[in-house]
Structures are given as C-alpha cells and as structure tokens.
C-alpha cells in the first residue's frame, strides 16, 4: 500500500512529504535547535546510540508506505522549519492516528505549529476518513500546551511514564479531537476564532500528580 502525502499549505506555512534529500538541512535544524529540542527528545531506555537522519526519513516513508503513517517536512514562507508526524494509522473500527512534531526556535511565534497540526488533521478527517487524531504532550512543555489549546483538543487524561524522552520514562498529558468534533474544519474552526472555551483545561489533579518529582532537564 503507498500512502498519499499530499502538498498542504495556508498563508505563510505549508507541509509536505519529507524527502530522503532532506536529511542535510534536518541535520543542521537538528544541530542549530539542540537547546530548543533536546529536552522533548524521544529516546530509548536500551541505548544512546547517535540520531541517523536518512535512516530515519526512510524509516517514516517506509511506514507511509504501508499506510502507517504520514511523515512531513513543515516549511515556513517556503523555508524547512521542523516536522511534523502523523504515526500509528489505523484504520476500520478504530480509524485514530497520533500526531507529532518540532520546529525550530526561530519559526516559533508565528502559528508555524498551530497550522501545521491543524492542516494534518483536517487532511486525515476529511481525505483519510481517520475518526479521532490524538496528541500527548509533557506536562512542562508549555509550548505545545499552547498548540493544543489554540486548536481546541479535548483534555483525555494523564498517561503516567508514557513515553521515552531525554533519557527516562516521562509522563504525558494526553489530547484528542474527533471528526464530529470539528465539522467545519479545525483549521477554520481556529482562524475563524470559534474554537470552545475550556476542552483543553487539564484537571487540578493532573497538574499536582505530573508535577511531583517533575524532572526538567
């Protein structure tokens, strides 16, 4: 199966398929945003062993191939900026994905991430047919809290020690939006400034039970 990674675009942010003849300019946005990224890095707890670019952009085209996933370059007034990944395709009755991504430090500030996420998510609702798109998140990274909260997603919970990130197991605050949720769009949803008041809002509960012990390195 080959999965269709389509050209998206809206103002001054577009995304599309991320490219084997990338991997020099990931490098160096990799290289240039270390202090920016380091922090969010997924890691494994088996080794450290040293980040391949290439192996890693054919590992996502491979998985888009099969209809994992949609692996895509984020740009920024046509200039490579970060990436942003949808993972974890399933399809039939589950019909969810995940939803990742980074940009640089510099492109922060001008809704690069926002649009970005938002531009997948309306693809994967209306192209893929996908029902739910979901988003964990640290609870320090207050950045991406922002995008989320922008965009509407609904607060699910607290997933404890969820993923490998900069070294050990970090908890997760976990976010999602529905088709139903969103009918018009959740890119206009947004630009159209209509996005409900309060689904983001996280729990007192969570905030105290993410925040103890929280290591920020």
Not at 102 to 131: I, K, M, Q
Request: hydrophobic residues 45%; proline residues 4%.
């Amino acid at each position: 199966m080959t999965a269709n990674i389509p050209d998206l675009a809206s103002g001054r942010v577009s995304i599309r398929a991320i490219r084997p003849r990338d991997a020099k300019q990931l490098e160096r946005e990799l290289m240039f945003n270390r202090a920016w990224l380091r922090k969010w890095e997924a890691t494994t707890p088996q080794s450290f062993i040293s980040f391949d670019t290439k192996a890693s952009i054919r590992s996502l085209l491979n998985a888009a191939r099969f209809g994992g996933a949609l692996p895509f370059a984020v740009e920024f007034d046509g200039e490579f900026v970060g990436q942003l990944n949808v993972s974890s395709i399933v399809m039939g009755s589950l019909s969810s994905a995940q939803l990742g991504y980074w940009v640089s430090e510099r492109a922060a500030g001008h809704g690069v991430t926002p649009t970005a996420v938002a531009l997948a998510t309306d693809y994967c609702f209306r192209r893929l047919n996908l029902h739910r798109m979901e988003i964990c998140i640290r609870p320090e990274n207050a950045a991406s809290l922002r995008v989320v909260e922008k965009l509407g997603f609904r607060y699910e919970g607290l997933r404890r020690r969820y993923i490998h990130i900069n070294g050990d197991w970090r908890d997760h605050f976990a976010f999602a939006l529905t088709r139903e949720d969103v009918p018009e769009g959740i890119l206009e949803r947004w630009l159209s400034g209509s996005v409900p008041a309060g689904a983001t809002r996280i729990p007192a509960a969570d905030i105290v039970a993410a925040t103890v012990g929280l290591d920020i390195r």
